[in-house]
């Protein structure tokens, strides 16, 4: 059967050609809309990534504790107020959440400065971790001097850029810390994160020094958990879990930006969508008319072959394979000019940014498919609709 | 006596157009034997077309019934009627019905599609029998670049090939010379002569000298039959067309 669908379109080059074209652009845009979707998906995460999925949990005091040497000048520290210490078997227990993807312990110490009132406040945490960590205190991405802390290093600390500018201390020079002295490795600009302090060093080292300002030493605690969640659409749920955890009287603080930037986002994702269902009305609408052309073009061929017997079984094959043949052809080259587009345009610029997306062979077969799925469908089903007719009706006239 | 090869009994035909009814053919009562010829006279418009493709089961009548080797056509599902119009009755089609993008030997190898199964067989079938009508130097030609004689010739052709047991011809000499319809004559005669077919042939007007078993003559719906002596006359007229009227009256 298919070589009679394949002399119609060697013969009707005019019409084969405008078809094949046709299919081609409609995969091209299936492609370019795939690949905008996936656009839009990588570029929510990225955006909520960056705006809300990682959030800290303390456990705010009113009054002072018992162990601190200095209750009046110096304390643990959190969100801008005292905090408790809690056990640091804890993050076992958060790291296990479905809706957390991980967890890490901090422990955040206000110190008196003897130079000026203000204090200081030190941060130690794992530096290894580069999840937690890294979005919600300072990464090694934040330098702007010297080098990023280690877990190896042992009395060594980095600066945040504006507590350097005000004490005017550079990298390689030491800062006095409850009667320790240590050395400046590195100046980071952690930017807006939700914990910020003035110096930072490892777990390790904070114990050793902030046990030098406490009755008993400490190991083993923490009063800040950093938490990331599994992913943008878990954070709420992942706020939940870690309070049901911690108790009520725990505290979790988030961006506030994070319930707006999901709303924008989800019009946007929403807005995608509905562009897609409408390019795929347009495209199905299209496909049809072109079918029902084609074969209304073809009703008289079609009363032809009914009266000199052919069965309708096989004209619907001959007819249906010729639109069948001009999509596929035409769905094969729009999939391969979508891939030669997203090679002929470098990544880089900016301003071919949507274009641009189109970046896997995938989203061209996804296009092709779609189109090809309601090409076959509509030339099959029409084709049955005519030759179900009276050959007298498609002949019209003998 | 024989049973005929098909039966045609009391059968009317009726379209309606704009609300109006317009009744073609009125209680038409004829039969056909095997190796029988029938010449159907009819002015334009009269039905001649219309029956015809009753007859080869494309279009069923509005009352009647039409058997064919014993088989009521209007109660054969569409699958036999394909069969009976593949194996059984060929038509000729007045406007020939040629396929346009394919060409001469296409066209006529597509009549044995469910017949033969090789396609080397096929096509070797359907250029013999284009090259037996004189057109082998003609078999690739698309029917755009063949003459109107060289079409018909084709289109009987792609009846022929089936070797169907009744042949209907619609108007198969109308717009071609004198000598190309005599072409055509010759063609149909030979063929009943090898396979004993029935011949159903209809025409407005001219035909080239052939005899036919009888003549029918269908006007206003109604058919009648000429008498022997009034058919040989007739038939020696080639201008019928103008005499119907008279011929008809009381």
Redesign the interface.
């Given at each position: 059967m298919w070589k009679y669908a394949w002399?119609?379109i060697i013969?009707?080059k005019g019409r084969s050609i405008a078809a094949i074209c046709s299919y081609a652009l409609a995969v091209m845009i299936f492609s370019v809309l795939v690949s905008l979707l996936q656009y839009s998906e990588r570029s929510q995460y990225k955006t909520l990534y960056n705006t809300g999925t990682h959030f800290i949990a303390f456990s705010p005091v009113c009054c002072n504790l018992p162990l601190l040497k200095d209750e009046t000048h110096e304390g643990f520290w959190a969100n801008g107020s005292r905090s408790s210490i809690m056990p640091i078997n804890l993050i076992d227990t958060i790291k296990k959440l479905p809706t957390v993807r991980d967890a890490s312990p901090l422990l955040m110490f206000r110190f008196k400065d003897s130079t000026n009132n203000v204090g200081i406040i030190a941060a130690g945490f794992d530096p290894e971790n580069t999840i937690s960590v890294a979005n919600t205190t300072c990464a090694s991405t934040d330098l702007v001097s010297g080098r990023f802390i280690t877990s190896h290093d042992t009395n060594a600390i980095i600066l945040e850029e504006s507590f350097a500018l005000s004490r005017k201390i550079t990298v390689d020079k030491s800062l006095i810390v409850a009667g320790t002295s240590l050395l400046v490795i590195g100046i980071v600009n952690a930017g807006i994160r939700p914990v910020k302090a003035d110096i930072y060093m490892s777990l390790t080292q904070a114990e050793r020094i902030m046990s030098q300002r406490t009755w008993n030493p400490i190991k083993d605690e923490m009063n800040i958990i950093l938490i990331e969640s599994a992913n943008a659409k878990a954070h709420e749920q992942a706020v939940q879990d870690v309070i049901n955890i911690l108790g009520k009287d725990k505290i979790v603080s988030s961006y506030s930006c994070h319930n707006p930037a999901v709303e924008a986002i989800n019009i946007n994702h929403q807005l995608l969508w509905l562009g897609i269902i409408f390019i795929t009305i347009f495209i199905t609408v299209h496909v049809i008319r072109n079918h029902y052309a084609s074969i209304v073009e073809r009703k008289?061929?079609i009363?032809?072959?009914?009266?000199?017997?052919?069965?309708?079984k096989?004209i619907v094959l001959v007819v249906g394979n010729e639109l069948i043949l001009q999509a596929l052809l035409g769905g094969i080259l729009g999939g391969y000019l979508a891939i030669v587009y997203q090679i002929a345009i470098p990544k880089s610029k900016s301003s071919c940014h949507i274009l641009c997306a189109i970046d896997s062979f995938g989203n061209a077969l996804i296009g092709f498919g779609i189109v090809f799925f309601i090409a076959a469908l509509s030339a099959l089903i029409l084709a049955f609709c005519f030759v179900r007719f009276?050959?007298?009706k498609n002949?019209k006239?003998? | 006596m024989n049973t005929p090869l098909l039966r045609c009994q009391d059968v009317s035909k009726t379209f309606r157009a704009s609300q109006q009814k317009l009744e073609v053919l009125n209680n038409i009562e004829f039969h056909i034997y095997s190796g029988e010829t029938i010449l159907l006279f009819g002015k334009s418009g009269q039905g001649k077309s219309v029956l015809l493709s009753m007859l080869c089961g494309l279009d069923s009548p509005t009352h009647g019934d039409i058997y064919f080797n014993g088989v009521y056509l209007s109660s054969c599902t569409l699958k036999q009627l394909e069969t009976i119009r593949r194996t059984q009755i060929g038509i000729v089609f007045q406007n020939l019905n040629l396929i346009p993008s394919w060409t001469a030997v296409e066209n006529v190898e597509a009549a044995l599609e469910d017949i033969l199964t090789s396609p080397k067989t096929k096509r070797k079938c359907a250029q013999a029998l284009l090259e037996e009508m004189g057109l082998a130097d003609r078999l690739n030609h698309l029917p755009n670049e063949l003459s109107m004689g060289e079409q018909q010739r084709v289109a009987i052709a792609r009846t022929l090939i089936r070797e169907p047991k009744l042949i209907l011809a619609d108007e198969p000499t109308g717009d071609l010379d004198a000598e190309t319809a005599e072409q055509i004559v010759y063609l149909l005669r030979s063929y009943m002569q090898k396979t004993n077919a029935a011949l159903f042939v209809a025409t407005h007007g001219s035909f080239p000298d052939m005899h036919f078993d009888r003549t029918l003559i269908l006007n206003n719906g109604t058919l009648a039959q000429l008498s022997n002596k009034l058919q040989k006359e007739t038939i020696k007229s080639t201008q019928l067309k103008n005499n119907l009227s008279l011929t008809l009256s009381p």
């Amino acid at each position: 059967m298919w070589k009679y669908a394949w002399r119609e379109i060697i013969r009707r080059k005019g019409r084969s050609i405008a078809a094949i074209c046709s299919y081609a652009l409609a995969v091209m845009i299936f492609s370019v809309l795939v690949s905008l979707l996936q656009y839009s998906e990588r570029s929510q995460y990225k955006t909520l990534y960056n705006t809300g999925t990682h959030f800290i949990a303390f456990s705010p005091v009113c009054c002072n504790l018992p162990l601190l040497k200095d209750e009046t000048h110096e304390g643990f520290w959190a969100n801008g107020s005292r905090s408790s210490i809690m056990p640091i078997n804890l993050i076992d227990t958060i790291k296990k959440l479905p809706t957390v993807r991980d967890a890490s312990p901090l422990l955040m110490f206000r110190f008196k400065d003897s130079t000026n009132n203000v204090g200081i406040i030190a941060a130690g945490f794992d530096p290894e971790n580069t999840i937690s960590v890294a979005n919600t205190t300072c990464a090694s991405t934040d330098l702007v001097s010297g080098r990023f802390i280690t877990s190896h290093d042992t009395n060594a600390i980095i600066l945040e850029e504006s507590f350097a500018l005000s004490r005017k201390i550079t990298v390689d020079k030491s800062l006095i810390v409850a009667g320790t002295s240590l050395l400046v490795i590195g100046i980071v600009n952690a930017g807006i994160r939700p914990v910020k302090a003035d110096i930072y060093m490892s777990l390790t080292q904070a114990e050793r020094i902030m046990s030098q300002r406490t009755w008993n030493p400490i190991k083993d605690e923490m009063n800040i958990i950093l938490i990331e969640s599994a992913n943008a659409k878990a954070h709420e749920q992942a706020v939940q879990d870690v309070i049901n955890i911690l108790g009520k009287d725990k505290i979790v603080s988030s961006y506030s930006c994070h319930n707006p930037a999901v709303e924008a986002i989800n019009i946007n994702h929403q807005l995608l969508w509905l562009g897609i269902i409408f390019i795929t009305i347009f495209i199905t609408v299209h496909v049809i008319r072109n079918h029902y052309a084609s074969i209304v073009e073809r009703k008289r061929e079609i009363g032809i072959l009914q009266s000199i017997g052919w069965s309708r079984k096989k004209i619907v094959l001959v007819v249906g394979n010729e639109l069948i043949l001009q999509a596929l052809l035409g769905g094969i080259l729009g999939g391969y000019l979508a891939i030669v587009y997203q090679i002929a345009i470098p990544k880089s610029k900016s301003s071919c940014h949507i274009l641009c997306a189109i970046d896997s062979f995938g989203n061209a077969l996804i296009g092709f498919g779609i189109v090809f799925f309601i090409a076959a469908l509509s030339a099959l089903i029409l084709a049955f609709c005519f030759v179900r007719f009276q050959p007298i009706k498609n002949l019209k006239t003998i | 006596m024989n049973t005929p090869l098909l039966r045609c009994q009391d059968v009317s035909k009726t379209f309606r157009a704009s609300q109006q009814k317009l009744e073609v053919l009125n209680n038409i009562e004829f039969h056909i034997y095997s190796g029988e010829t029938i010449l159907l006279f009819g002015k334009s418009g009269q039905g001649k077309s219309v029956l015809l493709s009753m007859l080869c089961g494309l279009d069923s009548p509005t009352h009647g019934d039409i058997y064919f080797n014993g088989v009521y056509l209007s109660s054969c599902t569409l699958k036999q009627l394909e069969t009976i119009r593949r194996t059984q009755i060929g038509i000729v089609f007045q406007n020939l019905n040629l396929i346009p993008s394919w060409t001469a030997v296409e066209n006529v190898e597509a009549a044995l599609e469910d017949i033969l199964t090789s396609p080397k067989t096929k096509r070797k079938c359907a250029q013999a029998l284009l090259e037996e009508m004189g057109l082998a130097d003609r078999l690739n030609h698309l029917p755009n670049e063949l003459s109107m004689g060289e079409q018909q010739r084709v289109a009987i052709a792609r009846t022929l090939i089936r070797e169907p047991k009744l042949i209907l011809a619609d108007e198969p000499t109308g717009d071609l010379d004198a000598e190309t319809a005599e072409q055509i004559v010759y063609l149909l005669r030979s063929y009943m002569q090898k396979t004993n077919a029935a011949l159903f042939v209809a025409t407005h007007g001219s035909f080239p000298d052939m005899h036919f078993d009888r003549t029918l003559i269908l006007n206003n719906g109604t058919l009648a039959q000429l008498s022997n002596k009034l058919q040989k006359e007739t038939i020696k007229s080639t201008q019928l067309k103008n005499n119907l009227s008279l011929t008809l009256s009381p």
